[in-house]
């Protein structure tokens, strides 16, 4: 229990860790890859050259400071990052590594301002905060070991089928290695898939979402190649899987996570608004709402792409369109080719925009749940909030470390 004193330290110098958020959190990781190399297998080291999760901490720690002595107000984020936490392996001996360099960081950059008194509160209310994601962390543990199929860490798979489907998406289905038992997901779950690839140092390890309805005997994700542009260099995990891992390979996988899910008791119409490879859980959605008793009483599938060549399972989703009066699907690309342009096999050219959903969906009282580049979902959700959509009626999921898009 905090006392008074140490929660009033703690609000009180939360507009100087916002000053210096990204700062400490930059030295924070510095202090802590140098000491605890072993730990560069858990992290996404794109993330850290991109400074993304540092962003993404920055924030975290701050929300939680802000909201100390009533830690429940938080507890659907820290629930959504358990979820990230499990699936990734992140264990409770883990925490005191990142909180004492945390603390390090903090007393480094604020220098003369890091009294005792300061960092003795924050050590205090770290530990506070550790024991929460901790506590959610070991429930979420068990329950993916206790569930049919289910099991803790990561598993084998063997890749038994590989399938191209588009010019940069290419799926990967993948049953047990060991032909146990599958758990069962929530369409919208992603896995962690750790890889070690050669020449690489350290593993690595991605989130896929499962681009399949459950209960397939297989899980299936869909990966799309990041190519280098702009002298970036090329996705070292998504041009592995696309060149070097085959049919017959292994891949470790932990079991399903993640909160981007559909509510099933809900019957208000469905609005699945996707971007690129986010597509991928919308799919998921789709095919499980096709397979199963559906209660509501009209799904949109609302798709965009650059143009047909990087336009994955566009032939799947006009086959389920046909033969299902309740989906209507929509397609707009950003740029259309010459042939995309004759042929008029999409719905819009450029990005999706207000007037466009408008004309589409029949009001306000659907379930939006959307999907794919943070500057699509940006737009999209501005673009939502605008019409008067809401914010517990939109859903979404971003690649990449998580932004709160409703309090921008
Ligand atoms: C991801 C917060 C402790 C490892 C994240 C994210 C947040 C966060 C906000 C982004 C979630 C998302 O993308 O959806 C925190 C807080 C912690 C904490 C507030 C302490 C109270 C830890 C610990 C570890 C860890 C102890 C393990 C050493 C990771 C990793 C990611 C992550 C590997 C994925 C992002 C990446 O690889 O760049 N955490 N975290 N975290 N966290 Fe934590």
Sequence with gaps: ??????????????????????????????????????????????????????AALAQAVLAAAQNIDKLEAILPAVIQIAHKHRSLGVLPEHYPIVGK?????????????????????????????????????????EESSRQPGGWEGFREFKVIRKIKESEVITSFYLQPADNGELASFEPGQYVSVKLEIPGQQYTHIRQYSLSDKPGTGYYRISVKREDGIDGKPDGVVSHYLHHSVQEGDILALSAPAGHFTMDRQSERPIVLISGGVGLTPMISMLNSLAASPNNRPTTFFIHAARNSSTHAMKEHVARLTAEND??????????????????????????IDLPWLQSIVPGTDCDFYLCGPVPMLRTVYRALAEWGVAADRIHYECFGPDIALASE
Aim: aromatic share 10%; charged share 20%.
């Design 1 to 54: 229990m905090l006392s008074q004193q140490t929660i009033e330290t703690i609000k009180a110098t939360v507009p100087v860790l916002q000053e210096h958020g990204e700062e400490i959190t930059g030295r924070f990781y510095k202090l802590m890859f140098a000491n605890h190399p072993e730990l560069l297998n858990i992290f996404n080291h794109a993330n850290q050259h991109k400074g993304r999760q540092q």
């Design 101 to 141: 360099h945390l603390l390090l960081a903090i007393q480094d950059v604020l220098g003369e301002l890091a009294s005792k008194e300061i960092i003795q509160a924050w050590t205090e209310a770290y530990e506070t905060i550790a024991q929460a994601f901790i506590q959610v962390e070991k429930g979420m543990y």
């Design 326 to 351: 309740w989906l209507r699907s929509y397609v707009c690309y950003s740029r259309p080719t010459a042939e995309d342009r004759s042929n008029g096999l999409y719905d819009k050219d450029g990005n």
